[in-house]
């Protein structure tokens, strides 16, 4: 009889931020109807937001043809073909150029005729700001410094140091001053995505616009039948795109990092009433329902003659499985990690056929761990593995209630009440007492022992 175990894990990967250094223009507010990004100002969610080099030429004004072909063409800037729109970047603060020409001249030096970087009490000081437009102008800034930001003008008296804004840092000390800066998720993000029918949709060709954003937007897909169809960004406004069909339309978006948000939630939307024949106002909101996947959830897995199978309940929200070996339930070793779709996945163990404990990790499109499941192979002894879910309960894998037996003891040597629970998959052990010191599992095969102190 195979045995396994359902456990149920978050575990978040951090990732590392990268800084850049870079100089810092200013610009008086987005055009119309709408900035690079496809967003108009007047719905930002937030106040104070940049602009990204689209070319990254020094000392070429060269106007090239907008998206930038191929993708992975050098001269594409920090703007990336829109795939850098509706994140968020903290700006720093660095110092000014005091004593010399700093003019964004194209092809020359930053800060030069003498002039030097000098810090003041305005250097340090921080703002959070989102990314929604774009500088493509023939400069020195939009052409020679790759991670030069334009800002927004409201922002330069709102730059933060220990609590004081930067009220009096522009004008009277600013020489497009240069700075640090990083991409950040959203600052303290709550709710969902807005969407929006932009201007001129109609049933015959609509392109929707995405905001309100934690991690940017890499990617979005709509549901054409039983299958999910990449959509064709609008121009290189990255955060819009041209539906498929005439609807309803059900979409999933993707962040930056090319994790379906929420999960893979799906959008499910129809063009209003109020874009018949067309949408006229720059952006016309969008009323949404929502469907969220089911979490993907094993259904069945064996092992035979080295040939692992397991069946998921769904593949909406999976980024791969995570397989490794054991020799004695308690030491593992990767084997592989298999990213594959589909609900029925095969793998074939030939490299170490001493293992006889398999273990299957799998993923979810966070790269989190949402479920793990370990059996024995058939010539195996089916040792008792005991493995903590939490303080006060214990997972026993191929666990015999009629051969083996199960000691508790507090740190004085009593003996603890407990329950053993048996499942279909596994037996939960599940503890009454406080202070155990040592839980032990004695079976015909050996003796398997966790020592602890759980704390009164």
Known sequence: MIRFVIIILFMPLLAISQVFTGVATYFDGLGTPYGACGVPERILEHPYFVALNVFNTPGNATEFTRPVNPPTSPIIGEYNNGLNCGRWVKVTIGPNCIGGANDGALGQAFCRNGGTWVNDQYSGSELYMLVTDACSDGNGWCRDSRFHLDLSRNSLPNFQK????????FPTSWNNREITWEYVK??????????????HSQTFWASIMVNHLE?????????IGSNWVSLTMNSDMGQAYLLQGQ????IRVYDVDNNLINGGREYIFTLPNSCNPRCEPDVTPVTYSVNNPLPVTMLMMEVKEGLLQWV???DQDLYGYRIEGSSNGLEWKMLDFISTKGQHTEYMQTAVPEFMYYRIQVLNAKKQK??????ASETSRKKVILQAINTYQYDLYFFDPKTDEVRVVDYHGRSVPFQISEGADKSLLSLEGKGIRLIQVISKQDVVTIKTIIPD
């Not at 959203?186 to 201007?199: E, K, M, S, V």
């Open 162 to 169: 220990n609590g004081v804004p930067s009220t009096n840092m």
């Open 186 to 199: 959203a600052p303290n993000y709550t709710g969902d995505i807005n969407i929006w029918f932009l201007q």
């Open 215 to 223: 991690n940017g937007i890499h990617r979005i897909e709509q549901k």
């Open 247 to 250: 609807g309803p339309y059900v």
């Open 312 to 314: 998921c309940s769904s």
């Open 370 to 375: 949402v479920e793990e499941r370990i059996l």
